[in-house]
Every structure is written in C-alpha cells, then in structure tokens.
C-alpha cells in the first residue's frame, strides 16, 4: 500500500520564520525545527513529518544559496510531496516532489535554476532520503 503526504513551508526568510502547512495543520511564525513540529503535536504521522522536514530544510538551503550570493530572496514558499511504499524493510521514501517558488528581485532565471539545484544536493535531508527518486521544479515569481 502506497502513502503520500505533501507540506508547504512559506514565508519570509529575513528572519527565518515563517508557516508549515500539512494536512493535520499549520504552525504559524515559529522558527522551523524538528522539536518544534513534535511539541506542537502537529503532522505527527511520518510522511508528514518527512514531507515538513524536506520542505523546511530545501527552503533554508536556498535561501542560504541565495544570500551567499548577495541575493537573498524576499520569499520562498517550498512543496513537498512524497510517496512512501512498503517494502519487505518496512515503508520507504521511494519518491518526492519539490515545487519551489520564490521572489527574488534581480536573479535571472539560470542562475535562479543553478542555485536551486546546488541547494537540492546539499540539504541534507535529501542527502539522507538519497535511495528516493527526488525531482525538483523552481519557479521565480
């Protein structure tokens, strides 16, 4: 049997805070961190909390791919959609989505796509989730 969850991260990143959307709910203005998501009881269900977690973290890494190059975005609104199936080693992360949108006043487009790309291979929740099909889809609004 196949599961999918998705998350939204959106929000300003000047400050690091922002909204985490799931299907359980939303935390609103807290800085993102695992311990957060468990205390406030929200998406306790795993390809929730996977879903949340890759959209948090691809979100950091770009934003910080972004300032590195004296570009930091104004906003950043990262989905993660994510398949798990259940093998004979229990469920696994076979594939995820990522849909991100940012605004980022003076970037071109491939510098935009080439960064977003860098920051796919270095977050690291999509180093640990590496065996999973990962797609990425960067749009500047």
Same mark, same amino acid.
């Given at each position: 049997?196949? %599961?999918? !969850?998705?998350?939204?991260?959106?929000?300003?990143?000047? #400050?690091?805070?922002?909204?985490? &959307? $799931?299907?359980?709910? @939303?935390?609103?203005? +807290?800085?993102?961190?695992?311990?957060? %998501?468990?205390?406030?009881?929200?998406?306790?269900?795993?390809?929730?909390?996977?879903?949340? +977690?890759? !959209?948090?973290?691809?979100?950091?890494?770009?934003?910080?791919?972004?300032? &590195?190059? #004296?570009?930091?975005?104004? &906003?950043?609104?990262?989905?993660?959609?994510?398949?798990?199936?259940?093998?004979?080693?229990?469920?696994?992360? $076979?594939?995820?989505?990522? @849909?991100? %949108?940012? =605004?980022?006043?003076?970037?071109?487009?491939?510098? =935009?796509?080439?960064?977003? /790309? /860098?920051?796919?291979?270095?977050?690291?929740?999509? %180093?640990?989730?590496?065996?999973?099909?990962? $797609?990425?889809?960067?749009?500047?609004?």
């Amino acid at each position: 049997m196949d %599961r999918s !969850a998705n998350a939204v991260w959106h929000g300003n990143l000047k #400050e690091g805070k922002g909204s985490l &959307s $799931t299907q359980s709910g @939303t935390l609103h203005e +807290a800085q993102y961190s695992f311990g957060t %998501r468990f205390e406030n009881g929200v998406g306790t269900n795993p390809e929730e909390l996977i879903a949340a +977690a890759h !959209a948090g973290c691809f979100s950091m890494a770009l934003s910080g791919q972004l300032t &590195s190059v #004296e570009m930091p975005p104004e &906003s950043l609104e990262t989905t993660a959609v994510l398949t798990m199936e259940k093998t004979d080693d229990g469920p696994t992360v $076979t594939k995820i989505h990522l @849909t991100t %949108r940012a =605004f980022v006043p003076g970037i071109e487009k491939e510098k =935009f796509d080439e960064l977003a /790309k /860098k920051a796919k291979d270095n977050c690291p929740i999509s %180093r640990l989730l590496k065996a999973a099909d990962i $797609t990425l889809d960067a749009q500047l609004i």
